[in-house]
């Protein structure tokens, strides 16, 4: 029986898993050198990272996969389809705007450690809360900070939650 080494890998998010690993079993082989639908969505993409990838342009080749992310989190939800994608990938940051923890967007990623895959994962999230999801009103940041904020109205609760707990803390 094979042996399941991804579980003990110390995951780099420059690594896109693809199940195979390093020679040495210490890390997953990048890039995920293949076509794969589900993955790239398009050809076009996958073809575009492949160009970038071989000329060793990765900050281009890392721009291709926030294009891929954000085609899919634009296209498989109704409430989204709306959002402009060049307006969208302008507000893809490399790291999250709320607690500046790295922002992976390959898609297969996000689930080797669930705590740090949460807290790298982007994720569209409204200002307004009791707004649509429209070019002016959304903003990427983690997954982790999206839920922290899913109920708050405005960000004065939070703060209300952050100084009462730290009040809780210092007694």
């Known amino acids: 029986m094979a042996k399941n080494v991804r579980h003990d890998i110390k995951t780099n998010l420059f690594y896109l898993l693809g199940g195979e690993t390093t020679s040495d079993f210490t890390e997953p082989a990048f890039p995920y050198l293949q076509w794969h639908g589900d ?43 709306m959002l402009n994608l060049e307006i969208l990938l302008g507000k893809c940051t490399d790291h999250c705007l709320c607690c500046d923890e790295k922002l992976w967007y390959g898609r297969c990623y996000n689930s080797i450690e669930e705590v740090k895959s949460r807290d790298s994962k982007p994720s569209i999230d409204k200002l307004d809360p009791d707004g649509e999801y429209t070019d002016a009103n959304t903003w990427v940041i983690c997954t982790t900070c999206n839920t922290y904020k899913n109920n708050a109205k405005t960000p004065y609760r939070l703060e209300m939650i952050a100084d009462a707990w730290k009040e809780q803390i210092n007694k």
């Open 39 to 81: 993955t790239w969505r398009k050809k076009i993409f996958y073809n575009e990272f492949m160009f970038y990838w071989k000329s060793e342009n990765k900050t281009k080749a890392m721009e291709v996969l926030k294009k891929v992310w954000c085609e899919h989190n634009t296209t498989c939800r109704k409430d989204r389809r």
